[in-house]
């Protein structure tokens, strides 16, 4: 990529892939400046925001948590943002979360599920009417939320999914429901940053980039929404925290192009492309090492150096987990987190919590390879690479100097 040419010439060649922290670190220190609030890569003239921040040690590990139990292999009557205030439900959460960070899960993803009324709605859709999240669901989120900052998960991302009539991938869509659902946004979003872990990303729509092999009027319909959203959002609150996550294509035989599709449509505005790019490779090992491939060769040929997060891959897999490794090996492009769905490729019933990344955890570099001091957010774009050096999955590279105590490159 382009926009890394220099830093990776000033590093002494080609950065392993999972741990290329010092080539994005001159960026990061002139997005902290806060002499532009956007980069421009050289390729596109494309503008987009500052970069995502990676982690020194390697990908962070999570799970997407929805449900405290898929019992029966159903989802009625387990969600846990319409139960969460029912007798015993809170102690089970606690307990599932506990488990979960004491395994090694680091990140969670939370996907809200709303539609205007829930009726007699039981499998974990909350309502929306109004714009606002009601109570007793507003309570259960703010417990929820306590909860993931109390047990000191590092990341929280929540992902927006619109259903029925609010939802523009279906046929019955109610164009007006657009500004409940940006209403509701707001409000969710303040309770998360109010409530949750220090560091929150939000998709403004579950798998909203539209493929082309939907019918055309869904395709015009959720490109008008998104578009529109992304505009609405990045104009009242910056492009920092924000994106719309794409399913990757499983092998040659998906030319849906969902990714192109979103890239096109948020471009045509002029609004600023996100700061990283959630995929969902919910496949085999072959289908998800096809997706990241075809998304990072996507990006390229479009100039962009945002980096990867893996919202959503199946769960626990260790071929899958090493599928990821060697794209990550492989490519000039930062993986900065790896975030499993609960249910194992092939299966038809999910996995019930507490969920564990076992299998993921070969995507982490060793703890004895940990020898090198920490990329500091304070480092200047032009401060020289010191001699210092970090090893990952065999490979060393160095890191700018006047590194501090923190474990991440911080550019917020």
Do not use: K
């Amino acid at each position: 990529m382009r926009i890394l040419e220099a830093e990776r010439t000033r590093a002494g060649g080609r950065l392993p892939g999972l741990l290329r922290v010092a080539a994005v670190a001159s960026v990061a220190a002139a997005a902290c400046s806060g002499a532009d609030d956007g980069l421009t890569t050289r390729a596109t003239g494309i503008r987009s925001g500052p970069l995502i921040e990676p982690t020194v040690d390697g990908p962070l590990l999570g799970s997407n948590y929805t449900h405290r139990s898929f019992a029966g292999c159903t989802w009625n009557g387990y969600g846990i943002l319409h139960t969460y205030s029912s007798e015993g439900v809170a102690d089970d959460v606690h307990e599932q979360l506990r488990q979960m960070r004491s395994s090694g899960v680091e990140s969670l993803r939370l996907i809200v599920w709303h539609m205007r009324d829930v009726a007699r709605q039981r499998w974990g859709v909350v309502p929306s009417r109004g714009g606002r999240m009601t109570q007793p669901f507003r309570g259960n989120l703010v417990a929820y939320l306590a909860e993931v900052r109390r047990l000191g998960f590092r990341r929280l991302t929540i992902s927006f999914s619109p259903q029925w009539t609010n939802s523009p991938l279906r046929d019955n869509y109610d164009p007006g429901s657009f500004e409940e659902n940006w209403a509701f946004i707001q409000d969710v979003r303040a309770l998360v940053l109010e409530h949750g872990p220090a560091d929150v990303r939000f998709d403004l729509l579950n798998e909203g980039a539209p493929s082309d092999h939907a019918p055309a009027r869904q395709r015009a319909r959720t490109t008008e929404y998104v578009e529109r959203m992304w505009r609405r959002y990045t104009d009242a609150f910056g492009v920092g925290d924000v994106t719309v996550s794409v399913i990757a294509p499983e092998s040659a035989r998906d030319r849906g192009h969902r990714l192109e599709n979103l890239l096109d449509m948020l471009t045509r505005g002029g609004a600023p492309l996100p700061t990283w790019f959630e995929l969902h490779v919910n496949y085999h090992a072959e289908g998800v090492a096809w997706g990241l491939r075809y998304a990072d060769s996507v990006l390229t040929a479009r100039g962009l150096a945002q980096p990867l997060i893996i919202g959503e891959t199946s769960y626990n897999d260790a071929a899958v987990a090493e599928a990821i490794r060697v794209f990550a090996e492989g490519a000039d492009r930062l993986l900065v987190e790896v975030t499993q769905w609960f249910r194992r490729a092939g299966a038809s019933c999910e996995v019930s919590p507490p969920y564990e990344v076992d299998a993921f955890l070969s995507l982490r570099p060793p703890p004895d390879r940990h020898r090198g001091a920490p990329v500091s957010a304070n480092s200047s774009a032009s401060s020289s690479f010191a001699s210092a050096s970090m090893s990952g999955l065999g490979r060393s590279f160095s890191v700018p100097s006047g590194a501090g105590p923190s474990p991440e490159l911080l550019i917020r």
